[in-house]
């Protein structure tokens, strides 16, 4: 496994899944954690805080790992599933031995075009901004089972290689999006669901530099008073709501994160003045951002 640059500590790093992998160009990886004897080795560039460009799927099958994905602490249980999607900001308190089945796929994996379908599902798109999935004794044995046929493929490097490990890949996330959908109550998809998730993606591209509702009605090709309704509708928020949530948890992953100063966040975030971004920051949480780095490092020291 290559060695991952460690970060500077005014920035998060993003971590490619061929740096992880060390194969080359990849879309699909696929490990095995067999304890202090297992293949799998953390680099200790994980310890810090850091982003994937990729989703990662793990199966735990033991183990007691501490680890925080944004600002919310996780205690890793046995046979339960994990799960992250690309962005979030990742830290691990500590390394431990883990056993388990781990697999990533890109996004580029998703863009092609029999694998689009895929995009929809619950557990790609994560509205909950779920991150684990309990397993009943059935669950756990599909599961294992498919993770387990997929290391043996991605292992074998046999006739079919990449068409046998995409079958396997639909199957999983398709059956974890139906647990996904029982466990956090996850509606069904329509038209307009859709809608918000493509709304929701543009955020994701554009935040730093677009806040203004009516720029992304255009780029959905919308009027901004349709576009407005339907994502009240499908949210029970405003589009305005959605843009400004996205800047909050971006304000705090970077005074978690990063020693920036609040004119250098206001500035990355695309505020005109530190003194409009604090009043904007302190009206949507009732504190101010100064504060807020206090108080979450408090926490989680």
Not at 142 to 157: C, G, P, Q, S
Request: overall charge negative; aromatic content about 12%; charged content about 20%.
């Amino acid at each position: 496994m290559p060695v991952l640059t460690a970060p500077e500590k005014n920035v998060i790093p993003t971590f490619t899944l061929q740096q992880n992998s060390g194969r080359g160009n990849t879309m699909i990886d696929v490990r095995e954690a067999g304890g202090q004897c297992g293949e799998f080795r953390l680099d200790p560039a994980f310890l810090q805080p850091h982003r994937k460009d990729y989703y990662f799927f793990v199966l735990v099958k033991s183990g007691d790992n501490r680890h925080w994905i944004d600002f919310v602490p996780y205690t890793v249980k046995p046979n339960t599933f994990y799960f992250t999607v690309p962005q979030q900001i990742h830290l691990k308190e500590h390394s431990a031995p883990m056993e388990g089945l781990m697999m990533s796929f890109t996004n580029e994996f998703l863009q092609l075009e029999d694998n689009r379908i895929l995009q929809q599902l619950p557990i790609i798109q994560n509205p909950a901004a779920a991150h684990e999935i309990q397993l009943s004794p059935a669950d756990l044995t599909f599961v294992e089972d498919t993770m387990r046929k997929m290391l043996i493929e991605f292992n074998a490097d046999g006739t079919w290689r990449n068409q046998m490990l995409t079958s396997w890949l639909r199957v999983l996330v398709i059956y974890l999006s139906r647990l996904y959908s029982e466990q956090y109550n996850e509606t069904c998809v329509t038209l307009n669901y859709c809608l918000l998730k493509s709304f929701q993606a543009l955020i994701g591209e554009h935040y730093a530099t677009q806040h203004d509702v009516a720029a992304y009605a255009e780029k959905l090709n919308l009027t901004p008073g349709h576009f407005t309704e339907v994502i009240k509708q499908q949210s029970g928020k405003t589009a305005i709501a959605h843009i400004h949530e996205r800047l909050i948890v971006e304000a705090k992953r970077r005074l978690l994160h990063t020693e920036l100063s609040v004119k250098q966040i206001a500035d990355e975030l695309g505020f005109e003045d530190a003194a409009y971004f604090n009043r904007f920051f302190k009206r949507l949480t009732d504190t101010t951002p100064i504060a807020f780095r206090m108080e979450i490092r408090e926490m989680y020291s």
